[in-house]
T-cell receptor
Framework: GAGVSQSPSNKVTEKGKDVELRCDPI?????LYWYRQSLGQGLEFLIY????????KSGLPSDRFSAERTGGSVSTLTIQRTQQEDSAVYLC?????????????FGNGTRLTVT | SQQGEEDPQALSIQEGENATMNCSYK?????LQWYRQNSGRGLVHLIL?????REKHSGRLRVTLDTSKKSSSLLITASRAADTASYFC?????????????FGKGTTLSVSS
């Protein structure tokens, strides 16, 4: 079946603009994660959705960042008033259970460049 | 934070040699996972080891876990050029249902032929 799909694959935007990044998880997966990876760096946790529970937003770096997961499936990460330091690859992952019980399946990411 | 930290940051070896990467973490965990990332791509899951396990094998991969030292190692035997990638460990926080999986900064492995 299809894996985790992210769109767009690349996004160039001007400083101050808002952007929306989309993630289509594997069908039936209840857990969905967003991570950010700067060039040559590790993964920075942003937000975690698990079923119908309230999302864990503890990794969001500022109130300019928000995410939704509609109908327990597709997720959108929104960055308002983008800054140059927001430039990074944004990775989405899903898993069939809580992540401590099963592996994460990653998409190929959205490369965001803020000019 | 229970974030894992990999060591070394970078490793260069010849084909056929073994590669060992280490991961240390701070708090008690349920499981520890290892992932691989090829340049410009998403991460691929390699192996999951539970907190009550000490060693696990998968093909040329061998993972150990020492919960008393809060550390894990990933051994790749008989390395190949195709093993060139970044390797990350990831942990959660034990006794906290539904916690996020936190990744370390990774080890960059370069295997030359």
């Amino acid at each position: 079946g299809a894996g985790v799909s992210q769109s767009p694959s690349n996004k160039v935007t001007e400083k101050g603009k808002d952007v929306e990044l989309r993630c289509d998880p594997i069908s039936g997966h209840t857990a969905l994660y967003w991570y950010r990876q700067s060039l040559g760096q590790g993964l920075e946790f942003l937000i975690y959705f698990q079923g119908n529970s309230a999302p864990d937003k503890s990794g969001l770096p500022s109130d300019r960042f928000s995410a939704e997961r509609t109908g327990g499936s597709v997720s959108t990460l929104t960055i308002q008033r983008t800054q140059q330091e927001d430039s990074a690859v944004y990775l989405c992952a899903s898993s069939g259970q809580a992540a401590y019980n099963s592996p994460l399946h990653f998409g190929n990411g959205t490369r965001l460049t803020v000019t | 934070s229970q974030q894992g930290e990999e060591d070394p940051q970078a490793l260069s070896i010849q084909e056929g040699e073994n590669a060992t990467m280490n991961c240390s973490y701070k708090t008690s965990i349920n499981n520890l996972q290892w992932y691989r990332q090829n340049s410009g791509r998403g991460l691929v899951h390699l192996i999951l080891i539970r907190s009550n396990e000490r060693e696990k094998h998968s093909g040329r991969l061998r993972v150990t876990l020492d919960t008393s030292k809060k550390s894990s190692s990933l051994l790749i035997t008989a390395s190949r050029a195709a093993d060139t990638a970044s390797y990350f460990c990831a942990t959660d926080a034990a006794n906290q249902a539904g916690t996020a999986l936190i990744f370390g900064k990774g080890t960059t492995l370069s295997v030359s032929s």
